[in-house]
């Protein structure tokens, strides 16, 4: 099986739309991983029904007792991130600002305050006309993104089979949660676009990516936008020996297919075209046919 993630060094690069391509034209069935977890959109481009949900818990966040606490104040006293509260002399802990290290279980005297697991998101797995699909809604406020960007990719691996492909969308920037996606897989294209900001992201993208012992191909979308910036792109791929399979035209034809909620690969345009030759070339590097 080849794993495969999809990932670009900003938003808006249309890296999510090139993997729901990408999920179009890999012969089925194939597994497809949602992991842009904090902006999951994978699921708006590919017809699908739920089979089932699982709440995810990331890490510990302290509660209080309140027929243990006798409102001495220390724990809010001594905690650095203002997370305790008191009102009308009842203290209670706000999840959101809590970082679960524990001062507060430690010193609170009465033993009231114990640590808990705390919901910070939701897993989904789903069914598609190409396989099966794991996505995921993280919290407002949660800061384990990473975490749950690993149990959506195990959740959709405990499934699979005998899939040729992992597709896996993953999350823009190189932080943790891109860490977490582009971690044990064989293969990572980058989407970027002919910008300053683009070409910028792209090099730090690929300073993190060559930490890992994973294959690097580019897609330049939009390319005809900004032709100069275009070639410098394609001149810095050269320099680190990362191959172009595809260089995208603008295209109404995708804002109609986004708009419409199916991958641009379903209508014929310009643009899809260029999709189908990037996917050729990927296809006959990676082996997927």
Not at 55 to 83: H, M, W, Y
Not at 275 to 286: F, Q
Request: with cysteine; glycine share 10%; hydrophobic share 40%.
């Amino acid at each position: 099986m080849k794993k495969i993630v999809v990932i670009s060094g900003k938003g808006g690069t249309g890296k999510t739309i090139f993997t729901a391509s990408l999920t179009d034209l890999i012969p089925g069935p194939i597994g497809i991983a949602d992991c842009d977890v904090e902006a999951a959109n994978l699921a708006l481009l590919l017809e699908h029904v739920d089979l089932r949900s699982r709440p995810f818990s990331g890490l510990e966040k302290a509660g209080i007792t309140q027929d243990l606490c006798v409102g001495c104040g220390l724990c809010k006293i001594n905690c650095r991130f203002d997370a305790i509260e008191c009102q009308d002399g009842e203290y209670t802990v706000d999840p959101v600002h809590c970082e679960g290290c524990g001062v507060c279980v430690d010193i609170c005297p009465e033993k009231a305050i114990v640590m808990g697991p705390m919901r910070d998101g939701t897993i989904y797995l789903s069914r598609t006309s190409k396989g099966l699909m794991s996505h995921a809604e993280l919290c407002a406020g949660s800061g384990t993104s990473g975490l749950l960007v690993d149990q959506v990719k195990k959740e959709i691996t405990g499934e699979m089979g005998d899939e040729k492909a992992l597709i896996a969308d993953g999350p823009p920037g190189i932080g943790c949660p891109t860490i977490s996606a582009v971690s044990g897989m064989d293969a990572a294209v980058i989407v970027t676009e002919p910008s300053v900001s683009g070409l910028h992201d792209l090099e730090r993208l690929v300073r993190m990516a060559r930490g890992f012992d994973i294959r690097l191909f580019l897609v330049i979308n939009k390319y005809d936008l900004e032709p100069g910036m275009s070639k410098k792109v394609e001149d810095y791929a050269s320099k680190e020996k990362i191959p172009v399979i595809g260089c995208i035209p603008f295209d109404q034809a995708v804002v109609d297919a986004v708009r419409k909620g199916i991958p641009p690969t379903r209508q014929d345009s310009p643009a899809s075209q260029a999709i189908r030759s990037a996917y050729d070339k990927l296809a006959e590097m990676m082996e997927l046919v």
